[in-house]
């Protein structure tokens, strides 16, 4: 049976043209996504399935070349599940209301987790929402599951909302506390490894691992608090399906990173490719990436003159699949007729 075009290239083939799929795809920046939104809260929509199916289809709809959905959900549901009372608040974006502090919040973490069967119960909404979706994809359309990568969705439970880029709270913990730190780290990171298994098991064919705040780290602490936990999962993971490893600012800690064994890295925008594919040959099968998301915001001749450049240099890589992406999620205020622009281009381009 011939591979799909995206499942070709994270395994380090070459497909007839460069599979391509936008993180965030599904969302915000699309008038029909805001038009649910106007009539439904954040969590709502993650947890009915048949409103979340419907928006993970909205973009395959409107960008047809486009190979791959990803389902619409969230990297905080599990420590949702967990009873942490995730909102999400106009301006400020996820809050929780039981952020974890103390050795005593630890232990409760404990407790909430240890019944694994009950944990993933309060999430089976996102097994529906995949098995709706994947009856609906046409046969070339890959579909991504996801979760966030162990030390990003700590960083979000500890700080108690978006660290916006400082990770003050959670950095102090993980510096004065490693052994509590540890111990909240083994527990997001067992349930991801459950959480993502049922997602195999709905119908998803590859999975995202996010590690969005990585590069908040030096090296060695990313060597010791996060990349342990993350290669668990890739390799719990990686004979059942392929693993994508995203890494955002990962520049610094490239070497970390790719010893994770993902089978695809995906690159943020402030790398060059050629430069990260030198790196990454013999050690994952494929990149993803890298298009800066505010590009999008451009004029169609700067857009064109960066994506030759960007698919100029996926299709010159040695020895390693690719597949397009941006390099951070899309942005709410993206123009649809330049993310059309973005798609038709890609399916098009040849060297």
Known sequence: MTLKPLLMAAQGQRPGHTPQWLMRQAGRYLPEYRAIRSQNDT?????????????????LRRF????????????????????????????????????????????WLEEQAADTSAV?????????????????LAPEVTLIGFAGAPWTVAS??????????????????????????????????RLTVTYLERQVAAGAEILQLFESWGGALTPAQYARFCAPYSQRIIAALKPKVPVIHFVGESAGILPEVLATNAD?????????????????????????????????????????????????????LENLGYIFNLGHGIRQTTPVENVAFVTDFVRKFRL
């Open 120 to 136: 993933m119960a309060k999430l089976d909404y996102l097994s529906e929402t995949l098995q709706m979706v994947k009856a609906q």
């Open 264 to 316: 695809v890295l995906g690159v943020d925008w402030r790398q060059d490719l050629s430069r990260v594919g030198q790196s990454a040959r013999g050690k994952v099968r494929a990149l993803q990436g890298n298009l800066d998301p505010l590009i999008l915001h451009a004029s169609q001749r700067e857009l064109q003159t960066a994506l030759e450049q960007i698919l100029s240099a996926g299709q010159k």
């Open 156 to 189: 979000y439970m500890l700080e108690g909302q978006s660290a916006h880029g400082e990770f003050h709270t959670s950095k102090l913990f993980m510096l004065q506390h490693p052994s509590l730190f540890e111990r909240v780290m083994e527990v997001v990171t």
């Open 64 to 107: 047809p070349q486009l190979d791959a959905a990803i389902v619409y959900a969230d990297i905080l549901l599990i420590p949702d599940a967990l009873g942490l009372g995730l909102q999400f608040v106009q301006g400020e974006g996820p809050v929780f209301s039981r952020p974890v502090r103390s050795e005593s919040d630890v232990q």
């Open 43 to 59: 969590l709502t929509m993650f947890k009915t399935p048949r409103i979340a199916a419907e928006i993970t289809l909205q973009p």
